[in-house]
T-cell receptor, first 113, second 116 residues
Framework: GESVGLHLPTLSVQEGDNSIINCAYS??????FIWYKQESGKGPQFIID?????DKRQGQRVTVLLNKTVKHLSLQIAATQPGDSAVYFC????????????FGGGTRVLVKP | EAGVTQSPTHLIKTRGQQVTLRCSPISGHTSVYWYQQALGLGLQFLLW???????NRGNFPPRFSGRQFPNYSSELNVNALELEDSALYLCASSLPRHRALIEKLFFGSGTQLSVL
């Protein structure tokens, strides 16, 4: 199967601080990117998405930045809360590559009180 | 409104057995996707069904198969189970997508399969 990453990197953040989660994607032709949050025992939950013709998109307490030059995607969480503790996945999609979401390996975020 | 539902939530099988996992998409969604998530790993794409047809398949052996029913629910079948098939199997659904770029997927909570 297709997979990116075997071990989950972990980001420890103090409650109230901002978090930045990074993702390097593989296909320079990708048209669409999305961030998911997965809490223990649950399926991934949509956070925010961005199309390739945008550089930045903001949601509630979250911002996604896209740098197509270096194929880099980031998720910024403002004022991180204990409920933000989870595994975060980025995913990309390209019509030409079969029109399926390809997920990155994930980053675990631990929020310290 | 009900989300994506999967059954069973947990399953224990032995090597060589066969298993069937079930998924009901969100009402109005006709596309169903299956992903495998092994412990500590990311999501690996298995299958995509849209309007009853298989639209795409991941790099998995033929013993992984599935189907989609007229009501858009779906089954994932795994034959001749191997130890490494132990994983969380996630189903997701979306609006019709075989003519448009797949975007937001809505996931169920998954079926945890343990192969002993």
């Amino acid at each position: 199967g297709e997979s990116v990453g075997l071990h989950l990197p972990t980001l420890s953040v103090q409650e109230g601080d901002n978090s930045i989660i990074n993702c390097a994607y593989s296909n320079s032709a990708s048209d669409y990117f999305i961030w998911y949050k997965q809490e223990s025992g649950k399926g991934p939950q949509f956070i925010i998405d961005i199309r390739s013709n945008m550089d930045k998109r903001q949601g509630q307490r979250v911002t996604v930045l896209l740098n197509k030059t270096v194929k880099h995607l980031s998720l910024q969480i403002a004022a991180t809360q204990p409920g933000d503790s989870a595994v975060y996945f980025c995913a990309e999609n390209t019509w030409a590559a079969g029109n399926k979401l390809t997920f990155g390996g994930g980053t675990r975020v631990l929020v310290k009180p | 409104e009900a989300g994506v539902t999967q059954s069973p939530t947990h399953l224990i099988k032995t090597r060589g057995q066969q298993v069937t996992l079930r998924c009901s998409p969100i009402s109005g969604h006709t596309s169903v996707y299956w992903y495998q998530q092994a412990l500590g790993l990311g999501l690996q794409f298995l299958l995509w069904y849209d309007e009853g047809e298989e639209r795409n398949r991941g790099n998995f052996p033929p013993r992984f198969s599935g189907r989609q029913f007229p009501n858009y629910s779906s089954e994932l079948n795994v034959n001749a189970l191997e130890l490494e098939d132990s994983a969380l199997y996630l189903c997701a659904s979306s609006l019709p997508r075989h003519r448009a770029l797949i975007e937001k997927l809505f996931f169920g909570s998954g079926t945890q399969l343990s192969v002993l």
